[in-house]
């Protein structure tokens, strides 16, 4: 599904197994690729920021996106091919961060409460301040962006749900 910050949907696609209709210009890419594209085709090459889960991110489709003039952010799987191996590896203290430019690519790990790897070809190092249970914490931009863009998608998904297809 494809929407807005303000939960209204732009786009869906219907899974329906080998059946499902995708353009058949993205038949080169991988399945999760095929679904990002064949929703966002209207959008490329306009200078928009995707914003996707963990089950859609990866490197390869990042640097496509970039590719078609398109910024792209998200949640990724910390053992996602292509993620630099430190990234899977290294210990943090809460709140603390890394960050690696990779190719036109910018990975970030943070521990929050777990570990949130994301991954950007929009965002730098930057940090902001958020409120949380009282206290002030330092959380990279890029995450308090996720944050408040997924709020759209949440929306949607509380509209849909009286109307589930099984």
């Given amino acids: ?14 899974y329906t197994g080998a059946d499902t209709n995708y353009k058949e210009t993205f038949s080169d890419l991988f399945l999760s690729s095929r679904v990002v594209f064949t929703l ?19 490197p390869k489709l990042f640097l496509q996106m970039i ?21 899977k590896r290294i210990e943090l203290h809460k709140n603390e961060q890394i960050f690696r430019y990779y190719k036109k690519l910018m990975p970030v790990k943070w521990l929050d409460e777990k570990y949130v790897t994301m991954l ?9 301040i958020i409120h949380k249970r009282n206290k002030q914490i330092e959380v990279p931009v890029r995450v308090h962006d ?3 863009t997924m709020d759209g998608i949440d929306l949607a998904d509380q509209q849909l749900a009286p109307h ?3």
């Fill in 120 to 128: 950007s070809t929009y965002h730098n190092d930057d940090v902001t």
């Fill in 164 to 166: 589930c297809v099984h």
């Fill in 1 to 14: 599904m494809l929407c807005d910050t303000n939960g209204y949907i732009l786009d869906f696609i219907i």
């Fill in 146 to 148: 996720y944050n408040v």
């Fill in 40 to 58: 966002v085709e209207d959008y490329l090459d306009l200078g928009y920021c995707i914003i996707m889960d963990s089950y859609y991110s990866s």
């Fill in 67 to 87: 590719k078609r003039k398109t910024d792209a952010v998200g949640t990724i799987r910390s053992n996602r091919i292509g993620l630099p191996i430190a990234f």
